[in-house]
């Protein structure tokens, strides 16, 4: 991602560190994903673990921020590791890291991540699903 991105990316980040992300599961189900961002890096579990486990819940998905060539090339390398293929499928992380980058960048798509963070009551899943082209009819695992 370009120096410029990765600017709006990190400070969105540090202003709003917590966000869900429905992630389509076949047939007609869907998984919901908590990101926790930390400096440089976000931790991806679900959010079933998360509500059990906090903060000690395993991430299943990683996305590390490499910025050493941003003062050189202008650009910020990305790296997603998956750690737990069984909850996050390598395309799953793919793309997992584009919404991400989505939802962190996009001026209209972040205001669903900054009113999870700072207006809770305003915050409605059912809109994040709507965005993504999913139906709250499917369930969730």
């Known amino acids: 991602m370009s120096r410029g991105e990765h600017a709006i990316l990190s ?8 966000f ?6 076949p047939p007609k189900r869907f998984c919901t994903l908590l990101i926790q961002w930390q400096p ?12 059990r486990q906090g903060t000690n819940a395993p991430p299943h998905f990683t996305m590390t921020l490499y910025r050493e060539t941003a003062g050189t090339h202008g650009l910020v ?10 909850v996050v ?5 793919r793309t997992v890291m584009e919404l991400v980058r989505a939802f962190y960048t996009d001026p209209q798509a972040h205001q669903l991540v900054y009113a999870f963070n700072h207006r809770p009551d ?6 994040l699903l709507r965005e993504l082209g999913m139906t709250p009819a499917g369930g969730t695992t």
């Open 11 to 18: 400070a969105r980040a540090a202003a709003s560190p917590l």
């Open 77 to 86: 390398l990305v790296r997603g590791d998956v750690l737990n293929p069984r």
């Open 20 to 25: 869900v992300l429905p992630i389509h599961k």
């Open 89 to 93: 499928s390598p395309s799953e992380g």
């Open 122 to 127: 305003e915050f409605d899943f059912k809109t």
């Open 40 to 51: 440089q890096q976000a931790l991806i579990t679900t959010l079933d673990e998360y509500k």
